[in-house]
C-alpha cells in the first residue's frame, strides 16, 4: 500500500492580489449548513457536520429521510416550492447538495441568499450525461467514443458511427444501472429508444475494461486539492457491490488517475468533492466513465479508514476552512448491504459485529427493497484483498440462515 499521507493535500500558491474566494472568511463551527438532498450521503454528512459543531438543516420532498433523522431541522417540501427553498436559505450560512438530481431552480433560490458549494454551475454540468460528456472532451481528458442522440433517427445513425455492441444512456437521471440500454445487433435499436422513454440520451461505444476504477478528489476554496487514491470497483447488476481501497494498479496508472481527477475538478472550478469513475482498459488506458460532484459509495470506506472522511473534507470545503489529510491509516473494504439482504427475514447483525475491525453503517431506511442501498459495512486489514475477504465474509454471515 502506498501511503502518502499529507502528500496527497496541495495548496495552491496566491498570486500577487490573492484569490477573492480565498479571502472569504471561513464559515466556522456554531455555524448551520443547508443540504439539499436527504439520502444517506447527507446523514453520513450531516454526522461529519455535527461532530465538528455545526448545525445540519436538510431540504427534500421525503419525511423522516435518513438526513433528517439526525439532521437538526428538517424541510419536507418539493423542490419547486421556490417559497419554502428560499426560506431554508434564509436559516443557513451555506449551502451544499447531496446528489445532483436537485431543480437548477432550486439551486438558483438558495444561491440569491447564501452560497451554494459546489456551484450550481457545477450542478449544471453534470446532472446532464451529455453536457458532462462534452465538457470532458472540451477539456481534452480521455473519452470511450459517444454520440449524443435526441431522436431514433439519429440514434440509428450514432450507432453506425460507433458500431455495436453499444450503451444507449438517458442523458437525465440515470444511476445504479437505470436509465440505460445495451444494444449488441442495429436492429435492437428501436426497442432500446422505445424503452428509454424517447429522451435524450449519449450512445457510448461498450468498453472492454479490466476493472473499473474511482478517485474521490476535493477542492477547497482556496483552491487547495486532496485525493484519497485508486479504488477497486466491483460491480454486481449495475450496482456497487464491494470497494477495495487502495486499489492494485501500476504507480503510472494511479499518477494518471489522480492527474485525470485534479483536471476535471480544476476545469470545473468546483469547491466541494467530487468521485471520477473511470475504466482501466485491458490495454492499460484509462477512460472517463462518470462523475459525481459529491460524496460517493466508492468513498465510504474513508469513513473509517482515513484520517479525514469525504464527508468530512466536503464540509471543510464548502465551509472554506483548510482541506484534512487523507492519509489512510489501513487497507480496507466496503461492501454495500442491498435490500435483498431484508428478504428472509432481520440480517442477523451480532453476527458481522462480531467480525474484527469490521464496521456496520446502516441508513435508517424504514423498507428494504431488492437493490435498495440500506447500508454498508467497512473492514479494515493488512492488505486490501484480506479486507475484501473479511468484508464479504462478514456480509455473508448477516443471513439469518447462513
Known amino acids: 500500500m502506498r501511503r502518502t499521507g499529507n502528500a496527497r493535500v496541495s495548496r495552491a500558491a496566491s498570486d500577487e492580489h490573492g484569490s477573492p474566494r480565498a479571502a472569504e472568511r471561513p464559515i466556522l463551527p456554531g455555524a448551520t449548513i443547508g ?21 445540519v438543516h436538510t431540504l427534500s420532498p421525503l419525511e423522516g429521510t435518513p438526513t433528517g433523522q439526525v439532521a437538526d431541522v428538517e424541510y419536507s417540501v418539493p423542490y419547486e416550492d421556490l417559497s419554502t427553498v428560499r426560506r431554508f436559505a434564509k436559516g443557513v450560512s451555506v449551502a451544499t447538495f447531496e446528489f445532483e438530481n436537485v431543480p437548477a431552480e432550486a439551486v438558483e433560490a438558495v444561491a440569491e441568499h447564501v452560497p ?3 456551484a450550481w454551475t457545477v450542478l449544471h454540468t453534470t446532472q446532464n450525461r451529455a453536457r458532462e460528456k462534452r465538457h470532458l472532451e472540451r477539456t481534452g481528458l ?15 445513425a450514432a450507432l453506425a458511427q460507433i458500431g455495436t455492441p453499444a450503451i444507449l444512456k438517458t442523458a437525465r437521471f440515470g444511476y445504479d444501472g437505470k436509465g440505460q440500454a445495451r444494444i449488441d445487433r442495429p436492429e435492437h435499436a428501436e426497442a432500446a429508444w422505445a424503452s428509454l422513454g424517447g429522451q435524450e440520451s449519449v450512445l457510448e461505444a461498450f468498453i472492454d475494461f479490466e476493472r473499473e476504477v474511482s478517485v474521490i478528489a476535493a477542492r477547497g476554496l482556496d483552491a487547495a486539492f486532496a485525493h484519497y487514491g485508486v479504488v ?17 494498479v501500476p504507480l503510472a496508472i494511479a499518477t494518471e488517475a489522480e492527474h485525470i481527477a485534479r483536471a476535471i475538478v480544476e476545469s470545473l472550478d468546483l469547491v466541494g468533492v467530487l468521485c471520477v469513475e473511470m475504466f482501466l482498459t485491458k490495454g492499460g488506458q484509462l ?9 460517493h459509495n ?35 473494504a466496503m461492501a454495500n448491504l442491498l435490500g435483498d439482504l431484508w428478504e428472509r427475514g432481520e440480517p442477523n ?10 464496521k456496520i453503517h446502516l441508513y435508517g431506511k424504514g423498507q428494504a427493497r431488492p437493490g435498495r442501498k440500506m447500508g454498508h459495512l467497512t473492514a479494515l486489514a493488512d492488505t486490501p484483498q484480506e479486507a475484501a475477504q473479511r468484508v464479504r465474509a462478514a456480509r455473508d454471515a448477516l443471513s439469518p440462515f447462513s
Open 35 to 55: 443540504v439539499l438532498g436527504s439520502g444517506q450521503l447527507g446523514r453520513m454528512f450531516a454526522i461529519a457536520a455535527r461532530r465538528m459543531g455545526y448545525r
Open 116 to 118: 451554494v458549494r459546489p
Open 142 to 156: 480521455p473519452l470511450g467514443p459517444f454520440v449524443v442522440v435526441k431522436s431514433a433517427a439519429e440514434l440509428g
Open 232 to 248: 477497486d470497483n466491483a460491480h454486481v447488476n449495475h450496482i456497487l457491490d464491494v470497494t477495495m481501497a487502495p486499489a492494485e
Open 287 to 295: 477512460l472517463v466513465n462518470e462523475l459525481a460532484p459529491r460524496p
Open 298 to 332: 466508492s468513498g465510504h470506506f474513508t469513513f473509517d479508514a482515513c484520517v479525514t472522511s469525504q464527508f468530512e473534507q466536503q464540509l471543510r470545503a464548502v465551509c472554506g476552512l483548510p482541506l484534512g489529510s487523507t492519509h489512510q491509516l489501513a487497507p480496507a
Open 349 to 358: 447483525w451480532a453476527a458481522a459485529a462480531a467480525f474484527p475491525n469490521v
